[in-house]
């Protein structure tokens, strides 16, 4: 097999082709596609090959690696198109996409202006406030942010091996051949065993680099690779049938990227030795049409996400069969991606704005170069930080704005304008409080710290009212049980009871393994077993647990499972004497396409006619199982509180009830809408008490913020 530098193959252009069409595919039919995003895993191979065969064939032939030079190529061939969609995708956010998201697309805009996108998308990965927050238009710059660190990084390391090789003598792959191993083997492990089951393990560079580093050994052994054409046509194929394999068997929840990511990563490399032998499949994908694809793959990365994001905010685009959505999808990008390649990428690469490589005119190359950078860089940061910084202004401008202004509490009813029997009314020409702009903020902070941190084994009870109240109440479960935190605080300090609160998010409140990504999430026995031997030792006079339904979860065991997990966890608690009671789970609300809504941008759109913002009741409420719910209905000794007719009418569940905004996304709810549900929820606890309830009006807020 020739050691002869590699500067175009079309088997590789057409490997390009089927990696970026896997993941628009997939992006466009996840149902089918379940794991197209492997794709990305592909195209990191084939980076690290190519970079690192053209840096170590320059070493081998001048004995130094240029490092200017290489950036500033890398520089021409990347920022523009890079730059350009960011400008246009942010301002067709901000023209299109809801107000709720500006915020978040500024950062991640700038994030990736910087190629640091991936690391925001870690940190908000273990931000509990921020994990429902939908994908921007920039999101998918992730991978982008881990290919330009490796730019940076691995070309440095080849540097200090070329210099290394000249001292010693020894052959700059010998001593590359080091570093690379010890990329790859660290990275791996890092990926399978330190960060297995940890949500922001996706996106995390050193998960990803021996991704990046199976293509640079794949460069680095090259020359010695001498198998013949029959073994190279077999081997190639074993690796086509091995990337399309996991574009339909590997799935989002699997632990990802572990160990199952060697089979897309492997069989890329397999494609790669096929090296063009006639009846290779690289070789075939080669071919026209695929072979323009690939020419034009990082055009069309660059621009279909932002499409499909923004088409989704669009009536017009919504109500089309999703057929002619995904058609039209298609037809764009690869129109705008054509375009990009001949008036952006082409003159930036090799045209008119490129300056040259004659020698003469070198320094002109990479001093305008890294001129262009610096302008393009700092042109779509300056834009989105400006935008951030504006928008975050506005955010706390309302926060400070709902937290003083005060407004008569008939003005704001919540969940009493749907009271049974005395309905609140419902003054009209008012805002909904809380602002849709900071709705994903509307929780109290002070019961966010009784939420053991995800991956924590800490146990953080709060307790609330009076310590040596003459009744003693235990709220547990997951995020869904702290919703009602603010309302069982108002009642204990009320009835001076005492309220320990004992929840941690996305942990169900049963007897079964909890799993995220393919791996037991330990912290969840942990919390549960710590949980029994507080309240145990406690012995309240009532203990109330709910979970979110089943659409909330991916990783669960099976129903039938999961209801004889609660059945046995509950029933040890009766057995010890301790009353179990069960709150039915709030509505969760759909949104188009299969797909959820986001309550908060919805009622910001439709600031004037909030009733677009609903759900027929039985496709928010009964059509979503509720296994908490129907786990108390056959135990029969589990009591149930159902506060459902206080979410829905008897047909519809709103995004906003007596002039309160009722969720913060899809499936939470506001604690200002919580705050109105302590009435019912008191008059429920009672009764399981053995208490007389108070009136409604003694538990109604006596004021209530404004919106803005």
């Known amino acids: 097999m020739s050691s002869q530098l590699i500067t175009y193959r079309p088997d590789l252009q057409g490997l390009r082709a089927i990696s970026v069409l896997l993941v628009l595919l997939f992006h466009l039919m996840p149902d089918i596609f379940k794991g197209g995003f492997v794709g990305v895993d592909a195209f990191f191979v084939i980076s ?67 190629y640091v996108q991936n690391w925001m998308l870690v940190a908000q990965a273990v931000d509990y406030m921020a994990r429902e927050s939908g994908a921007t238009v920039v999101q998918h710059y992730w991978s982008l942010s881990i290919e330009e660190q490796f730019y940076f990084v691995w070309p440095l390391v080849v540097a200090l091996c070329a210099y290394i090789a000249r001292k010693s003598g020894a052959a700059i792959r010998t001593v590359a051949a080091f570093p690379i191993a010890a990329i790859l083997v660290v990275s791996l492990i890092w990926s399978i065993v330190v960060l297995r089951g940890v949500p922001e393990a996706y996106f995390t560079t050193t998960t990803r680099a021996w991704e990046l580093a199976i293509g640079a050994t794949l460069a680095i052994y090259w020359p010695k690779i001498s198998w013949s054409a029959k073994t190279r046509v077999g081997i190639s194929w074993v690796g086509f049938a091995m990337l399309v394999t996991s574009a339909f068997v590997i799935r989002q929840g699997f632990n990802f990227p572990g160990w199952i990511a060697l089979l897309p990563t492997l069989g890329t490399a397999f494609l ?36 499909i994001v923004v088409a989704k905010q669009l009536p017009q685009m919504q109500a089309l069969p999703l057929w002619q959505f995904n058609l039209l999808i298609i037809a764009a990008t690869l129109t705008l991606s054509i375009i990009t390649k001949y008036l952006i990428e082409d ?40 935008t951030w910084l504006r928008e975050e202004k506005i955010a706390a401008d309302l926060k400070e704005k709902e937290r003083v202004a005060i407004y008569p509490k008939s003005e704001y009813p919540g969940a009493a304008a749907l009271d049974p029997k005395n309905p609140a009314p419902v003054p009209t020409g008012l805002r909904v409080i809380p602002n849709p702009l900071i709705a994903e903020h509307d929780m109290d902070g ?32 997951d995020s869904h049980a702290m919703q009602f935190g603010t309302a069982l605080e108002k009642i204990a300090k009320l009835h001076a009871w005492r309220l320990v ?76 004497g301790i009353r179990v009671a069960v709150i039915r789970d709030n509505p969760l609300m759909r949104g188009g ?26 496709t928010a409420l009964e059509d979503l199982k509720d296994l908490v719910f129907e786990t108390a209905q056959q135990m029969g000794n589990v009591p149930i509180i159902d506060l459902s007719n206080y979410f829905c009418t008897t047909t519809e569940c709103a995004a906003v009830v007596g002039n309160v905004l009722v969720y913060r996304d899809h499936h939470h709810i506001t604690d200002a809408y919580g705050k109105t549900l302590a009435p019912y929820l008191d008059k429920e606890v009672k009764k399981l008490i053995g208490l007389p309830p108070l009136p409604v009006a003694a538990l109604l807020p006596a ?6």
């Not at 730059?83 to 809801?98: N, R, S, W």
């Not at 030795?273 to 072979?291: D, M, S, V």
């Not at 004021?703 to 803005?708: F, I, K, L, V």
């Open 593 to 618: 396409r299969n797909s959820w809504m986001t309550p908060p941008a919805c009622v910001h759109r439709y600031s004037k006619q909030v009733d677009e913002c609903k759900n027929p009741r039985k």
């Open 347 to 386: 003159p930036f690469r090799n045209g008119i704005l490129a300056f040259g490589l004659r020698r003469p005119r070198r320094a002109l190359f990479i001093g305008g170069s890294f001129a262009t950078a610096t302008v393009l860089i700092a042109s779509i940061s300056v834009v989105a930080a400006r």
């Open 703 to 708: 004021s209530t913020p404004a919106g803005h």
């Open 446 to 477: 002070k019961h966010a710290h009784c939420m053991g941190l995800t991956g924590s084994f800490a146990i953080r009870p709060c307790e609330f009212g009076d310590r040596n109240g003459t009744k003693s109440i235990v709220l547990i479960g």
């Open 501 to 576: 609160v004992l929840t941690k998010p996305a942990c169900p409140f049963g007897d079964f393994p909890v799993f995220w990504e393919g791996y037991l999430r330990g912290e969840c026995e942990h919390w549960k077993k710590e949980s029994f031997k507080i309240i145990t030792a406690m012995k309240p006079d009532l203990m109330i647990t709910t979970t979110g339904r089943w659409a909330v979860y991916q990783q669960l065991p099976s129903k039938e499972r999961q209801m004889q997990g609660y059945r046995e966890l509950w029933q040890k608690y009766i057995d010890r």
């Open 272 to 307: 790669i030795l096929g090296n063009q032998t006639p009846k290779a499949a690289a070789t075939l994908l080669g071919k026209q049409p695929l072979r323009y694809i690939g020419d034009i793959s990082y055009a069309i990365y660059l621009w279909h996400w932002p499409l």
């Open 48 to 114: 690290g090959f190519l970079i690192t065969s053209l840096i170590v064939r320059e070493v081998e032939a001048t004995g130094t690696l240029r490092l200017a030079e290489f950036w500033a190529r890398r520089m021409r061939r990347l920022l523009p198109v890079a730059t350009l969609v960011l400008f246009v995708a942010l301002f067709a956010a901000l023209a299109f996409v809801p107000a709720t998201d500006w915020i978040n697309t500024a950062s991640q805009t700038l994030a990736s202006a910087l």
